[in-house]
């Protein structure tokens, strides 16, 4: 699976559990994914790092679906993106 494209909707910041989280919208080679990113950082975080963590977090979820745990298929980020969201990959 090469994720081409990576929006950010709804993205939302829970102070009682110092969480911002929001949809992950991955546009791959074969479809779009929708997932929930949570990620553990203060609301003063910098719009970079939230973002990082919020696609590590989709990315996590993507690798314990069964046909990415199995190996069977792997998640690859176009060579466009920057370096840190290839980095996730």
């Known amino acids: ?18 969480q911002h989280c929001a949809v992950v919208i ?11 990113g949570k990620v553990d ?10 973002a990082l963590g919020l696609m590590r977090d989709a990315l996590r979820q993507i690798r314990q679906m069964p046909e990415f745990r ?12 920057t370096q840190e969201f290839r980095q996730t990959a």
Do not use: G, H, Y
């Open 70 to 81: 199995t190996r069977q298929d792997v998640v690859q980020i176009a060579d466009d993106a």
């Open 1 to 18: 699976m090469l994720i081409n494209k990576i929006q950010f909707d709804n993205l939302r910041f829970a102070p009682d559990r110092t």
């Open 26 to 36: 991955l546009t791959t080679d074969e479809s779009t994914l929708c997932l929930l």
């Open 41 to 50: 950082l203060p609301e003063s975080a910098a719009r970079d790092d939230v």
